[in-house]
């Protein structure tokens, strides 16, 4: 592969993963750094470096470069009972350039975006934004609460490719200052808005997966933009 062409990832990319479930420690990594990074940190660097080129035209405010959309291999352990240092899994993030990558944090969110995962024997992509903190979630309710209907019609037309939204970590009862009669009472219980599909090993293997994965984010654009929309961020018409 070179520095500037996604060829698909390697069959080595997925044994690397399965191994690294079963010896997640700092000395088998280590041994085994330079198949990391040839195998999966330099093919996805390359990859969002293409996706950014097809989003240039799909969604100019939405950037991806590799020192910034790429997750960490090493977990942060800090605050969790599992101290296996290192994610079992590689992702990027897509995100909006006047916010950052703030996916899932206490700082100032990096707003909606989109999103690759891939692990040994699975693989996915979405577009929205996920767990939010509690300002940003309060925007987007009020957003929803001040007219709902943009974003279920936005719903409605991706439910075929997409699904629903996904009701991870959904509220079982209303957000406080939200009556349970609410005509949007559904909307309002999610805590994230992400739609996604799973991805199948031929794509991971092929040298189109940019454009698989540019065709199902182009479908995800109107969902971003809403949600950006309800946090002040700005719709770009270029670069």
Request: aromatic residues 8%.
């Given at each position: ?82 101290k296996s240092p290192y994610k079992t899994h590689v992702a990027c993030w897509f995100h909006h ?13 990096g707003g909606a975006g989109f999103y690759f995962h891939m692990e040994a024997d699975r693989a996915s992509l979405g577009g ?112």
């Amino acid at each position: 592969m070179t520095a500037t062409e996604f060829t698909g990832f390697r069959p080595a990319a997925f044994v690397f993963l399965r191994s690294l479930r079963r010896h997640n420690d700092r000395e088998w990594f280590e041994r085994n750094r330079d198949t990391y990074e040839t195998e999966l940190r330099r093919p996805l660097s390359v990859l969002a470096e293409e996706i950014d080129v097809r989003l240039a035209g799909l969604a100019p405010e939405i950037v991806g470069d590799p020192k910034r959309s790429l997750f960490r291999i090493h977990r942060d352990v800090r605050f969790s009972a599992d101290k296996s240092p290192y994610k079992t899994h590689v992702a990027c993030w897509f995100h909006h350039v006047d916010a950052g990558r703030g996916v899932g944090t206490q700082t100032p969110h990096g707003g909606a975006g989109f999103y690759f995962h891939m692990e040994a024997d699975r693989a996915s992509l979405g577009g929205g934004i996920w767990m939010p903190p509690r300002p940003t979630l309060q925007r987007i309710r009020q957003a929803i609460d001040d007219d709902a209907r943009a974003l279920e019609v936005i719903l409605a037309g991706a439910r075929r490719r997409f699904g629903g939204l996904a009701e991870e970590h959904m509220l079982t009862r209303m957000p406080r200052g939200y009556a349970e009669s609410h005509p949007a009472a559904t909307l309002l219980r999610h805590q994230s808005y992400t739609l996604g599909r799973e991805l199948v090993s031929r794509d991971l293997l092929s040298a189109r997966l940019p454009d698989v994965l540019a065709r199902d984010f182009a479908r995800l654009v109107p969902l971003v933009r809403w949600i950006n929309g309800a946090l002040g961020l700005r719709t770009l018409a270029r670069r």
